[in-house]
C-alpha cells in the first residue's frame, strides 16, 4: 500500500510538470501572450488576481536575471471556469513595474514600445529551488496598463506629461489605499517626541513642507517634524525615498501633500540635494527617486541601515519590516477599514487603459480582467498584505450603508473622491 501511494504520488508530480508553462510553452503560437505595464503599487493585486484563475500545477512564473523589480512573467493554464471565460487555455501575463503608473498611460496612447521581458530568453535551471530567469529584454507596444489614479492626472508635467487620448480606454478597477513609511529611527524619534509608545502621526502640511522642491535644510525646518526635541535629532539629514516622474504613487503623494497640480508648489527631484548617501549629516536632505515600489523599499532598508531618518510612499500592500513603519497622517490611522469608512483620505481611485490597436482576444482578456479587479470576492483571495491596500469602488457594492456578504463588508469602499480630486473623501450615493 505504502509504495502504491508513493508511485501514484510520482505519477501526479509528473503530470503536473508535464502541464507546465516551460519557456517553450509560454512560447508556442497557441499561447495567450498579453504586455501589461504601469503601476508598482499593484504588482501584488494584479498578479494574484491573474494566479487565481490558474490551475496551480501548471504555474511557472519569471523574473529578469539579475532586477527583481523591473516586472513579472506569469505564466499558466487557466482554469476551466476563469474570469475571463476562457476555458482552459495556456496564456502568458506579463506585468512590467519599471517606470510606474505613468507607464501604463503614456505608451498606449502614443503607440510607443517599451521594454519588457523578452519571453524567448527565459530558462528554468533545476534545483531546488529551481531558477526562473530570462536574460533579456526588448521592445514592443504593451497591450494595457494599469495606473494608481485615473489617466488625467497625468497630463501635469512632474506627473509624466502623458494624455490618454484616442489610443486606449480606461475604466476604473478599485482604490489603493497608500501610506506614508518612516525608517525605524525616525519613527522612534516621532514617539519619543510625542511622549507615545503607540503609532506616531505626522502633520500632513508638514510633510508636504518636506516634499517641495527646495525645502530648506535648516534646524528650523526639522523641527516643524520634531517639535519637542532639542537633543540635536531633530537636525538630522532625511532621505525622501520618493518614485520617478510617471509613478502613480508619486503623482498621489505630490496630490496629497502638495496639491499638485491645482497650486504651484513642486515636489522635490533627485538632484535637488547634494548629500552623497544615507546618514545622518546635520541639515541634509537627500532625494532619492526609485523606478518601482520594491525600489522605494530597497531605499528605506539602506536609510535605516546607515541610521538615518528617511520617508517615503508605498501602498499598503507593502507591509512593514524592522527597517520600516507606517505613521499616521494628521492622526488619521493608515489602514484600509479606516479609509473604506472615510476616516483615513490617502487613497485614490485605480485604472485600467486597453490599447485600441491592440489584438481581439487581448483586449477582451483585459475587459474581463479588469472588471474582475475590483470584485469583492476576488480581492478576497489576494494574500493578506496585498488584501491591506485595496478596497472595491462603492459603485459595484449594493449596500451603500456597509452591508452586504462577508466580503463586501471587508472590501466595499463607501467613499469615493470623485474623480480623484482634491476634495476630502466624501460618502458615496
Not at 508513493?6 to 504586455?35: E, S
Not at 494624455?163 to 478599485?174: E, H, M, Q
Not at 510617471?246 to 499638485?260: D, K, P
Not at 515600489?293 to 541610521?307: P, R, S
Request: net charge neutral; hydrophobic share 40%; proline share 7%.
Amino acid at each position: 500500500m505504502k509504495l502504491k501511494s508513493i508511485a501514484f504520488a510520482a505519477a501526479a508530480l509528473c503530470a503536473g510538470q508535464a502541464h507546465a508553462l516551460t519557456p517553450a510553452v509560454m512560447n508556442d503560437a497557441g499561447t495567450l501572450k498579453v504586455y501589461v505595464s504601469g503601476a508598482s503599487a499593484l504588482s501584488g493585486a494584479i498578479g494574484g488576481l491573474f494566479t487565481q484563475n490558474c490551475q496551480p500545477a501548471t504555474r511557472d512564473d519569471y523574473t529578469l536575471t539579475g532586477n527583481l523589480t523591473f516586472g513579472r512573467i506569469y505564466t499558466c493554464t487557466l482554469n476551466a471556469v476563469n474570469d475571463f471565460g476562457l476555458g482552459a487555455v495556456n496564456v502568458m501575463f506579463q506585468k512590467r513595474d519599471a517606470g510606474g503608473s505613468g507607464q501604463g498611460v503614456g505608451p498606449l496612447a502614443n503607440n510607443t514600445p517599451i521594454a519588457f521581458i523578452e519571453p524567448t530568453s527565459c530558462t528554468i535551471v533545476p534545483g531546488p529551488p529551481a531558477v526562473k530567469e530570462c536574460a533579456s529584454q526588448s521592445n514592443r507596444i504593451p497591450d494595457g496598463g494599469v495606473s494608481d489614479l485615473e489617466p488625467n492626472i497625468f497630463k501635469a508635467a512632474v506627473n509624466g506629461n502623458f494624455v490618454l487620448g484616442g489610443g486606449a480606454t480606461s475604466v476604473p478597477i478599485n482604490q489603493t489605499v497608500f501610506g506614508l513609511a518612516v525608517t525605524q529611527a525616525l519613527y522612534t524619534a516621532l514617539q519619543a517626541d510625542q511622549g507615545t509608545a503607540g503609532q506616531p502621526t505626522v502633520p500632513q502640511a508638514v510633510v508636504g513642507q518636506m516634499l517641495r522642491s527646495g525645502f530648506p535644510a535648516d534646524p528650523v525646518a526639522w523641527s516643524l517634524l520634531l517639535p519637542n526635541t532639542n537633543n540635536g535629532t531633530e537636525d538630522s539629514q532625511v532621505t525622501i525615498c520618493r518614485r520617478v516622474n510617471g509613478s502613480g504613487t508619486q503623482a498621489a503623494a505630490n496630490r496629497f501633500f502638495l496639491e499638485y497640480p491645482a497650486n504651484s508648489m513642486l515636489p522635490s527631484v533627485a538632484g535637488d540635494s547634494t548629500a552623497p548617501g544615507h546618514g545622518t549629516t546635520p541639515f541634509t536632505l537627500l532625494v532619492v527617486a526609485n523606478s518601482a515600489a520594491a525600489d522605494v523599499v530597497n531605499c528605506m532598508t539602506a536609510a535605516q541601515t546607515a541610521g538615518g531618518f528617511a520617508m517615503g510612499h508605498l501602498s499598503l500592500e507593502n507591509p512593514e519590516t524592522a527597517s520600516y513603519r507606517y505613521v499616521k497622517i494628521g492622526g488619521q490611522t493608515p489602514s484600509r477599514d479606516e479609509a473604506k469608512a472615510g476616516r483615513y483620505p490617502y487613497f485614490f481611485e485605480s485604472t485600467g487603459q486597453t490599447r485600441t490597436g491592440a489584438a481581439a482576444n487581448v483586449k477582451s482578456f483585459l475587459t474581463s480582467f479588469f472588471a474582475g479587479a475590483g470584485k469583492p470576492d476576488n480581492l478576497a483571495q489576494l494574500s493578506a498584505p496585498v488584501q491591506q491596500g485595496v478596497m472595491a469602488n462603492p459603485n459595484v457594492c449594493p449596500d451603500p450603508f456597509g452591508g452586504g456578504t462577508a466580503n463586501e463588508i471587508t472590501f466595499c469602499s463607501r467613499v469615493t473622491r470623485n474623480g480623484n480630486s482634491l476634495e476630502f473623501p466624501s460618502f458615496f450615493r
